[in-house]
């Protein structure tokens, strides 16, 4: 989604938009989640929202998602997701993906799964499907949420308040973001292969 689409809702509606577009990302409807989030801390570094709204407005978003995704995979089950997921871009294979992933790490993918696009939007539902008890889900998902939330925001925050970075030119440091974030999974890919082939030449 472009900078231009969706900027002027963020300085027209502030703090309901931010909490419209945190939840839309985690059920699966595309927004634009990291991108927003380091540019609310631009926004709040620029004095144009304030900082405990926006954390609360993006955290309270992003937690309302986390439970509506789980209710959806709870109450309506795999066949309904396998259905319907397609138009939240939860297909087949991802869907195929995910059951594995979240057999093997569980708890783990509800804490950290924010960080991946992808498994964030999957694992709820996965953790709905696979009944999950509710109370450590809400939880890990309160945590794996806020430990998303927090971090890149104040990341923006404390670029925009040490950095001068127009708002204009806020597309190419999303780019710039993205571009990192590409080259860390590249580099913790290799890892896990050499580990991988570490442990073959053991055996």
Not at 114 to 141: D, E, K, T
Request: net charge positive; aromatic share 16%; proline share 6%.
């Amino acid at each position: 989604m472009e900078t231009g689409v969706w900027l002027p809702y963020v300085q027209s509606y502030g703090y309901v938009t931010l909490f419209l577009f945190l939840f839309c990302g985690i059920v699966g409807i595309p927004a634009p989640e990291e991108s927003l989030l380091f540019f609310v801390g631009l926004i709040v570094a620029k004095e144009q929202l304030l900082l405990w709204p926006s954390l609360a407005s993006c955290w309270g978003g992003a937690m309302t998602g986390m439970v509506a995704a789980y209710g959806a995979g709870r109450w309506w089950g795999a066949p309904f997701m396998k259905k319907y997921g397609k138009y939240v871009g939860i297909t087949d294979e991802r869907w195929g993906r995910a059951q594995l992933w979240f057999r093997r790490y569980g708890k783990w993918g509800i804490l950290f799964g924010c960080y991946a696009p992808g498994v964030r939007q999957i694992c709820p539902y996965m953790a709905g499907v696979s009944r999950f008890p509710f109370r450590p889900f809400l939880l890990l998902a309160a945590l794996g949420t806020a430990g998303w939330v927090a971090p890149l925001m104040f990341v923006g925050l404390l670029l925009g308040r040490h950095v001068h970075i127009p708002l204009v030119s806020f597309p190419l440091v999303g780019l710039a973001l993205f571009l990192l974030f590409l080259l860390a999974a590249w580099i913790g890919q290799r890892r896990r292969k050499n580990l991988s082939k570490a442990k073959g030449c053991d055996r």
